[in-house]
């Protein structure tokens, strides 16, 4: 088997998104990309997450060609595929519909950065798209969620922010590998927790100031990021 290494990663990082509790059942998928190869591996369609093994992890082109693997892959993946040949930086993808994160989407409002917690993780507000429209319901309907989101990172930098929130649908992250994109959608989960919590105890509250986020995010992320060992 060629992409063994690449399969046990994927069956790996879907199995986090269940130990996260961030998935019911089987609603959720993670996908992790080759570049080398240009081969994308992903969760099967409707398979249980205790079931699982490296070998049920799907292998395909970014064409959606089958390289390995005997099962159909996930209903998802026509987003997924559409997301890594829009950024090629990006090396995992995972889709939940964890329940704050989904509730923010089915609201068709973003996540927005209220504090130093969020800053610290993404920089910035967590976008929603727009809501899509019959024709791209009825036709191609996954691969039109990938568009819509590539449409609404626009020209930003995906690793800045790497998660959004299909509107009234749920929340895609993303990362530079699968075990990278699970960890956003955790994080996403709590921060979105944080956000309702915030408007609960004070609904005017505020997006923090520019000069907290930066040095949050910076100090973290930045090209001269001091937070943790070197």
């Known amino acids: 088997m060629k992409y063994r290494t690449l399969r046990e990663e994927t069956l790996e990082a879907n199995l986090e998104l269940n130990r996260r509790g961030l998935v019911t059942y089987t609603w959720g998928n993670v996908s992790a990309f080759d570049p080398k190869d240009g081969v994308v591996a992903i969760k099967p369609s409707g398979v249980a997450y205790e079931n699982m093994t490296a070998d049920d992890m799907v292998v395909i082109t970014l064409d959606g ?3 390995e693997g005997d099962l159909r892959p996930s209903s998802d993946t026509p987003t997924h595929l559409a997301l890594y040949r829009a950024f090629p930086q990006i090396g995992g993808i995972a889709h939940t519909h964890s329940v704050l994160a989904t509730a923010f989407a089915q609201a068709c409002r973003p996540v927005p950065c209220l504090g130093t917690t969020h800053a610290d993780h993404f920089y910035g507000t967590v976008p929603v798209t727009r809501l899509m429209t019959a024709d791209e319901v ?3 309907y996954e691969l ?3 568009k819509v989101i590539v449409e609404t990172i626009g020209e930003a930098d995906p690793l800045r922010v790497p998660a959004i929130l299909v509107a009234n649908h749920g ?3 993303w990362g530079s590998s699968a075990d990278d994109a699970v960890k956003n959608s955790a994080v996403l989960e709590v921060v979105a927790q944080m956000a309702r919590d915030t408007f609960i105890l004070n609904p005017d509250a505020r997006p923090i100031a520019d000069h907290l986020l930066d040095k949050h995010f910076i100090r973290k992320h930045g090209e001269n990021a001091y ?3 070197q």
């Open 65 to 67: 060609d089958p390289v």
């Open 138 to 140: 009825q036709t191609e």
């Open 144 to 146: 039109n969620t990938g």
């Open 171 to 173: 929340p895609f992250t």
């Open 227 to 229: 937070y943790g060992q």
